[in-house]
């Protein structure tokens, strides 16, 4: 399984957002700056994250953009969320056809699957993704 890269992005951008908490507003061309993404990429991106409420947009001479909640309520679940929709590894689980639906005997058992994924997401706060210093590995 692999992000679609508007969701990577829109990790990025929020990374991005969250390094400017308590430091006032920022624009989404700052942040296509500091990214190095697109503007209009990270235009498309601010629309989808201000509709999920992940961003806050406010407008005036001292408009900007703001995390609408604090960075360590917001998840790495909430951000791919915002761009991919609900998480889920196969089509069936959200009502698509499939053509061995019938005789699926595994079926029933992707949801466990899905909601242990979405809960690995969740796990990881904003916060922790802001971060400049990567956090060391444990030997495996």
């Known amino acids: 399984m ?8 829109a ?10 908490c308590g430091g006032g507003r920022v624009s ?25 409420g992940l961003l806050r947009s406010v407008r005036g001479a001292h408009g900007g953009l703001q995390l609408a909640r604090p960075a360590a ?4 679940a909430d951000i791919v969320e915002a761009v991919e929709g609900p998480i889920a590894l196969t089509a069936c689980v959200d009502g698509a056809e ?11 058992h992707w949801p ?5 994924l979405r809960s690995a997401l969740a796990s990881v706060p904003l916060t922790q993704l802001a971060r400049l210093e990567i956090p060391e590995q444990e030997p495996a």
């Open 2 to 9: 692999r992000l679609s890269n508007l969701a990577d992005y």
């Open 11 to 20: 990790v990025v951008t929020m990374s991005a957002a969250a390094r400017h």
């Open 28 to 52: 989404a061309a700052e942040l296509a700056q500091e990214t190095g993404l697109p503007a209009p990429t990270v235009q498309k991106l601010v629309s989808k994250l201000v509709s999920a």
């Open 73 to 76: 309520a917001i998840t790495l």
């Open 98 to 108: 499939c053509s061995v639906d019938h005789n699926c005997t595994v079926k029933p």
């Open 112 to 116: 466990v699957v899905n909601e242990a």
